[in-house]
């Protein structure tokens, strides 16, 4: 079994071969002396920095060293209250009756702002949450602007959005967001939603609250007229209170499965709208006739990226029988070669682990891995002792019944099955209570369209991975949750028509 063959290749050659080759690179962190934060964040509210009702303040820390970075409010009840209350004023006042011509310029600046903002976002998103500056720079950033320069254009067209019918906005949005992608999440949410002339109180991770509050100084900067954006920072106990409010038309939730449900059952009998983006578990497929250092890659960049911190990531390799030892071969190579440390230096391709509690997930999965008989393959990468870090981690000999191929690790561990046809393959991908998104390796562009068809997946990438676009739509099937975001389809969940 190809279990043995990694196992050597990893123990007796490649990690003395890594030193040997010289390929450690010397530090290169990136400056952090221009970014300037405030010790304390009120909460944001009718254009207003204020502070939380309760008084209460809860700390947000560096998961890459457990340092201290700032305290943020705790927003309970009566501030959501006065959130909505505040979202739904500028919803019948300036905002509702402004023409989408006007509204677009204040989407336009938001984006044009994060731009000129950018490098200073993106060391605060690497900073409090643990990704690496490379992709926070270069993935997070470009794309949270994009995001909201795509639905600026949108604004003063929606009209013609969906021929034959008259659009308009819901009133006002509660949005809950996670800690994966906290300030592309937050342009994910806001940017259709005002876009279309809603009015939004967002509800960042308890984690990652830091890059929405500056983006709420952003909005300060903008003009943008009082209570068109509120941000309320708590946990789950303000998302509910945002979830139970009377006066929230539409819910978007992104988050775990389990909150997910959990919101969908208190909003049953009301009339509030809602859509949900919740776990995933994809399958990254690679058939025989793939480019197969390309598919490799792509693998990799597929689960290792951002920690795999991603909904959509490829954590379950499927390998066409004949070739699961060469990649498991190259596999084995590649993740030797993957940095893993600092967040904020340049050349770090793995950085920490969200926090203690993802952390915790991840040993435990990995652990239930092993003792149910799965061989475990890790990258030999130092590990700072200080911080939350997991080493790239791949299983081999992992049958579609272990906790590991079935369950959302949320961390850099993948999982390689194998197949022997295309019909085997989809249903093995199918194989799971989600269905976020897929990847198709191959040479034959019929065999992407065949396989395509058959998947339950919302998003199918061929010949690539974790590729994203504001113009494309992204959502689940089953339990990955339902309504789209992004493109013009992403318009729908925030409008009515008429
Ligand atoms: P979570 O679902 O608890 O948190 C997501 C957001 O929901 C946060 O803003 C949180 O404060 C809020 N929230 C929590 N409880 C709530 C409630 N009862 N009502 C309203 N809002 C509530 O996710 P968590 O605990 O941070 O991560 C747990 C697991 O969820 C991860 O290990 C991962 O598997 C999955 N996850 C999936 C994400 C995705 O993008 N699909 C993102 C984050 C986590
Ligand atoms: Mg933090």
């Known amino acids: 079994m190809a279990t043995d063959i990694t196992k050597k290749t990893?123990?007796?050659?490649l990690a003395p071969r890594r030193e040997r080759a010289g390929w450690t690179y010397a530090p290169s962190p990136e400056a952090k002396d221009h970014v300037r934060l405030k010790g304390r964040y009120d909460l944001f509210i009718?254009?207003?920095?204020?502070?939380?009702?309760?008084?209460k303040h809860f700390a947000t820390h560096n998961p890459a060293d457990e340092s201290h970075i700032a305290d943020v409010a705790e927003g309970d009840e009566h501030d959501v209250d006065t959130a909505v209350r505040a979202a739904r004023k500028a919803f019948e006042g300036t905002w509702g009756k402004m023409r989408g011509s006007e509204r677009g310029k204040y989407v336009y600046r938001i984006a044009r702002r994060i731009q000129e903002r950018a490098r200073e976002l993106a060391i605060v998103e690497s900073v409090?949450?643990?990704?690496?500056?490379?992709?926070?720079?270069?993935?997070?950033?470009?794309?949270?602007?994009?995001?909201?320069?795509?639905?600026?254009?949108?604004?003063?067209?929606?009209?013609?959005?969906?021929?034959?019918?008259?659009?308009?906005?819901?009133?006002?949005?509660?949005q809950i967001i996670p800690w994966n992608f906290p300030l592309l999440m937050a342009a994910w949410k806001i940017a259709p939603a005002i876009a279309c002339g809603n009015t939004v109180v967002l509800k960042p991770a308890e984690t990652t609250p830091?890059?929405?509050?500056?983006?709420?100084?952003?909005?300060?900067?903008?003009?943008?007229?009082?209570?068109?954006?509120?941000?309320?920072?708590?946990?789950?106990?303000t998302g509910g209170a945002l979830v139970d409010h009377a006066g929230v038309d539409k819910i978007a939730f992104t988050g775990s499965t389990d909150v997910g449900k959990r919101i969908q059952r208190a909003i049953a009998g009301t009339n509030k709208r809602l859509t949900l983006e919740l776990g995933g578990k994809a399958a990254n497929i690679v058939f025989a006739d793939a480019p197969i250092d390309q598919a490799v890659d792509g693998i990799v960049n597929g689960i290792y990226f951002n920690q795999g911190h991603v909904c959509c990531a490829g954590s379950r390799l499927l390998v066409e029988e004949s070739i699961h030892d060469v990649v498991v071969r190259k596999l084995s190579r590649r993740i030797e070669q993957l940095r893993v440390g600092d967040p904020l230096d340049k050349n770090t391709d793995v950085g920490a682990i969200n926090s203690k509690m993802q952390l915790e997930k991840i040993h435990e999965l990995v652990a239930a891995a092993v003792s149910e008989g799965c061989a475990i393959h890790q990258s030999s990468a130092k590990i700072p002792t200080k911080g939350y870090f997991f080493a790239p981690t791949f299983f081999t000999g992992v049958s579609q019944s272990h906790r590991i191929a079935q369950e959302e690790v949320f961390g850099p561990v993948l999982s390689v099955i194998t197949f022997r046809t295309?019909?085997?393959?989809?249903?093995?991908?199918?194989?799971?209570?989600?269905?976020?998104?897929?990847?198709?390796?191959?040479?034959?562009?019929?065999?992407?369209?065949?396989?395509?068809k058959r998947m339950r997946a919302g998003v199918v990438w061929a010949n690539t991975f974790n590729k994203f676009d504001p113009t494309s739509p992204f959502g689940g099937y089953k339990e990955s949750g339902f309504g789209r975001e992004g493109g013009r389809a992403g318009l729908a969940p925030y409008l009515e028509m008429v």
């Open 210 to 237: 830091l890059t929405a509050l500056l983006l709420a100084e952003i909005i300060q900067e903008c003009d943008l007229p009082p209570g068109v954006v509120n941000i309320v920072t708590g946990a789950g106990k």
């Open 422 to 452: 295309p019909d085997e393959a989809v249903e093995k991908a199918n194989n799971t209570m989600y269905g976020l998104s897929a990847g198709i390796w191959t040479d034959k562009a019929a065999k992407v369209f065949w396989m395509a």
């Open 128 to 174: 409090d949450g643990g990704k690496p500056i490379k992709e926070s720079r270069d993935v997070d950033l470009p794309l949270a602007a994009a995001h909201f320069f795509h639905y600026a254009g949108w604004a003063d067209k929606l009209d013609y959005a969906f021929a034959g019918r008259r659009a308009r906005p819901l009133g006002v949005a509660g």
């Open 46 to 55: 009718d254009g207003k920095f204020v502070a939380p009702h309760s008084g």
């Open 10 to 13: 990893h123990e007796t050659k």
